[in-house]
């Protein structure tokens, strides 16, 4: 992953309403919801939701399907998995952080211990 692709993701779900719509995204798993679900879920108007699922399509952290007359949505579970991934590698040293496969359902599994000591500095203030 590129840090661009990082910034841009970061910057999506920075927004509340993004956020709520993504983490509604992840609970409807890999089958997804038609943006009506998620606007009658959520609360939100219909050109509100559309303006947001279309920056977070921007972002990659959404894909999106016709099914008939709908357009369902799901997160990008490959995408945010190497988001999070690219900051395990980039933040921490590999001996306090790692991303594995799961053995089931093809899950990745992250393994964070205590790796962010404060500093000298962060201590005494």
């Known amino acids: 992953m ?7 993701a970061f ?3 920075s927004q509340e309403t993004r956020l709520r719509v993504f983490r509604l995204l992840v609970e409807y798993g890999s089958e997804g919801a038609a943006a009506g679900t998620l606007r009658e879920a ?15 399509s921007h972002a990659k952290l959404i894909l999106s399907r016709r099914k008939g007359r709908s357009i369902i949505y799901r997160a990008n579970f490959d995408f945010f998995t190497n988001l999070i ?3 395990v590698e ?3 040293r590999s001996e306090f952080a790692s991303v594995r496969g799961g ?18 500095q962060e201590k005494t203030s």
């Open 85 to 87: 991934k690219y900051m």
């Open 42 to 56: 959520l609360d939100i108007p219909h050109n509100t939701l559309s303006f947001h699922l279309s920056h977070m």
């Open 90 to 92: 980039d933040c921490c």
């Open 103 to 120: 053995k089931k359902k093809g899950c990745s599994i992250i393994e964070l211990t205590d790796c962010c000591e404060p500093s000298i």
């Open 2 to 8: 590129e840090i661009y692709e990082a910034v841009i």
């Open 11 to 13: 910057d999506a779900l």
